[in-house]
């Protein structure tokens, strides 16, 4: 799931501008200024209208990126690991580890419309009602999440599947049981087949019932249902049929509203439908990971495209586009992944993995040259303050991946920042702010990200 999840996260001015830009009181604005909201419906969660949820997820190729910084040609660095970083991705939505959903506002039909709004929350599909640390959903998880005890060791005679393999009070070395006796009186025996002879709703050949915790269908497990191709048939969020889910509280901020809202956003009508378009705005989502680790992914100056289609009759996002800038900042803050294809330790960060590790070279950005001060420092390609591109690396290079970790930052102006002990504490020089008291090291990666949805139903965990 780290593997999965941290390759999922990862959301040109030339070198010699790095001391030739001016300092504070020369900048120029942000590269990216958020739009004014639009006149219209408030966001409320829960309050809007076509509810869905993000289906399909990829880092696209280079064309597809957004033109973040204005010289006419596509952004997208993150490109170069896109082949590799979608097998994990594509496991991170099939075991629901990152479930985005998204619900429009001020849009109730579907037409050109000059001020539409939409928020992204953080969802819930694998449950844990009985709070034995097993979910429903997925394979191998709970196949009855009413009873703490399953799954367990099987115990036969009580009539139940204690071991979620689809067969009740089977034999210790595996061997159906023989009993022919039909206890809850739904018609089948646990000889014919029935896993749950104490409840009429569950028996082989009975339709799944996405979220009742239960394993309908005998097949192992709770609220899902995978043919012989491991294709999910039944309890499935991201097919035409609106499955429930639920909403993560850790989607809204304290006063409940939601992180991620773009309130600017516009439908226009093209000749191949009609096509959303919104932002820059901020994309963040914190992701919750194992080990009591949560990561927050910030992705500034968002833009999104998508085509506004139907689907049997509910709304949804085809062709998508969302683009924008992975900051040094926030490439610091993910921490605790173990991905030894990138020498990605739990003890370094995104930032280290890119500034001074493999993936610099994989992602081809640019190195100060020789005789610089500060040669082999890498850049970013995204000048988001517009002092000039901003470096980064390590300055005790020892060959070793594994130790490798940028302690050294040099601002778009010049100023060169090392990381410091404070009282005890190592301070990141990603951490420093200028005399105005604004973060110095926001230049970032561009990315952007292919999606689609499905229509789903919201609701209040």
Same mark, same amino acid.
């Given at each position: 799931?780290?593997?999965?999840?941290?390759?999922?996260?990862?959301?040109? !001015?030339?070198?010699?501008?790095?001391?030739?830009?001016?300092?504070?009181?020369?900048?120029?604005?942000?590269?990216?200024?958020?739009?004014?909201?639009?006149?219209?419906?408030?966001?409320?969660?829960?309050?809007?209208?076509?509810?869905?949820?993000?289906?399909?997820?990829?880092?696209?190729?280079?064309?597809?990126?957004?033109?973040?910084?204005?010289?006419?040609?596509?952004?997208?660095?993150?490109?170069?690991?896109?082949?590799?970083?979608?097998?994990?991705?594509?496991?991170?939505?099939?075991?629901?580890?990152?479930?985005?959903?998204?619900?429009?506002?001020?849009?109730?039909?579907?037409?050109?419309?000059?001020?539409?709004?939409?928020?992204?929350?953080?969802?819930?599909?694998?449950?844990?009602?009985?709070?034995?640390?097993?979910?429903?959903?997925?394979?191998?998880?709970?196949?009855?999440?009413?009873?703490?005890?399953?799954?367990?060791?099987?115990?036969?005679?009580?009539?139940?599947?204690?071991?979620?393999?689809?067969?009740?009070?089977?034999?210790?070395?595996?061997?159906?049981?023989?009993?022919?006796?039909?206890?809850?009186?739904?018609?089948?025996?646990?000889?014919?087949?029935?896993?749950?002879?104490?409840?009429?709703?569950?028996?082989?050949?009975?339709?799944?019932?996405?979220?009742?915790?239960?394993?309908?269908?005998?097949?192992?497990?709770?609220?899902?249902?995978?043919?012989?191709?491991?294709?999910?048939?039944?309890?499935?969020?991201?097919?035409?049929?609106?499955?429930?889910?639920?909403?993560?509280?850790?989607?809204?901020?304290?006063?409940?509203?939601?992180?991620?809202?773009?309130?600017?956003?516009?439908?226009?009508?093209?000749?191949?439908?009609?096509?959303?378009?919104?932002?820059?705005?901020?994309?963040?989502?914190?992701?919750?990971?194992?080990?009591?680790?949560?990561?927050?992914?910030?992705?500034?100056?968002?833009?999104?495209?998508?085509?506004?289609?139907?689907?049997?009759?509910?709304? !949804?996002?085809?062709?998508?586009?969302?683009?924008?800038?992975?900051?040094?900042?926030?490439?610091?803050?993910?921490?605790?992944?173990?991905?030894?294809?990138?020498?990605?330790?739990?003890?370094?960060?995104?930032?280290?993995?890119?500034? !001074?590790?493999?993936?610099?070279?994989?992602?081809?950005?640019?190195?100060?040259?020789?005789?610089?001060?500060?040669?082999?420092?890498?850049?970013?390609?995204?000048?988001?303050?517009?002092?000039?591109?901003?470096?980064?690396?390590?300055?005790?290079?020892?060959?070793?991946?594994?130790?490798?970790?940028?302690?050294?930052?040099?601002?778009?102006?010049?100023?060169?920042?090392?990381?410091?002990?404070?009282?005890?504490?190592?301070?990141?020089?990603?951490?420093?702010?200028?005399?105005?008291?604004?973060?110095?090291?926001?230049?970032?990666?561009?990315?952007?990200?292919?999606? !689609?949805?499905?229509?789903?139903?919201?609701?209040?965990?």
């Amino acid at each position: 799931m780290q593997r999965s999840l941290s390759l999922t996260l990862w959301g040109v !001015a030339a070198a010699g501008c790095l001391a030739a830009c001016g300092g504070d009181d020369a900048r120029l604005p942000p590269l990216f200024e958020p739009r004014p909201e639009c006149m219209g419906e408030s966001i409320v969660p829960l309050a809007g209208q076509h509810q869905q949820l993000i289906s399909f997820l990829e880092i696209g190729d280079l064309a597809d990126g957004f033109d973040l910084d204005g010289d006419g040609r596509p952004d997208n660095k993150l490109a170069g690991v896109g082949a590799l970083a979608r097998d994990a991705i594509q496991e991170s939505l099939d075991e629901y580890d990152i479930l985005i959903p998204l619900e429009m506002f001020d849009f109730a039909t579907p037409a050109a419309d000059s001020c539409v709004k939409f928020a992204l929350y953080l969802g819930v599909y694998k449950l844990d009602l009985d709070e034995d640390g097993e979910e429903t959903a997925v394979d191998g998880g709970d196949c009855n999440d009413h009873d703490p005890n399953i799954p367990g060791v099987e115990i036969p005679g009580n009539g139940k599947d204690d071991d979620c393999d689809g067969l009740a009070d089977e034999a210790e070395d595996g061997t159906p049981s023989t009993d022919t006796a039909d206890a809850d009186q739904d018609g089948q025996t646990i000889a014919d087949g029935d896993c749950d002879d104490t409840n009429p709703m569950v028996k082989r050949g009975m339709a799944e019932i996405c979220g009742d915790g239960l394993d309908n269908d005998c097949d192992g497990v709770a609220d899902r249902t995978t043919n012989e191709l491991g294709v999910v048939t039944a309890c499935n969020p991201y097919d035409a049929t609106p499955d429930t889910i639920y909403m993560d509280p850790r989607g809204l901020d304290s006063q409940g509203r939601p992180l991620i809202a773009f309130t600017s956003g516009e439908v226009t009508s093209t000749p191949n439908g009609l096509q959303l378009t919104a932002g820059p705005s901020l994309f963040q989502v914190s992701v919750p990971v194992t080990d009591g680790i949560e990561l927050t992914l910030k992705i500034t100056g968002t833009q999104v495209e998508a085509d506004v289609v139907m689907v049997d009759g509910r709304v !949804a996002a085809m062709n998508g586009r969302l683009g924008g800038v992975i900051d040094a900042v926030t490439a610091d803050t993910i921490r605790g992944l173990d991905v030894p294809e990138i020498s990605l330790t739990p003890e370094n960060s995104l930032l280290d993995a890119v500034f !001074a590790n493999v993936l610099g070279p994989l992602l081809a950005l640019p190195a100060l040259p020789p005789g610089h001060p500060h040669a082999g420092c890498r850049t970013p390609d995204i000048d988001v303050d517009r002092d000039g591109l901003e470096a980064f690396c390590d300055k005790n290079l020892d060959g070793d991946p594994m130790t490798q970790q940028v302690d050294t930052c040099i601002d778009g102006d010049g100023t060169v920042i090392e990381d410091r002990v404070v009282n005890g504490v190592l301070v990141q020089c990603t951490e420093a702010v200028d005399s105005a008291g604004r973060k110095r090291f926001v230049d970032g990666i561009s990315v952007e990200l292919n999606f !689609a949805t499905a229509p789903a139903n919201l609701v209040q965990p």
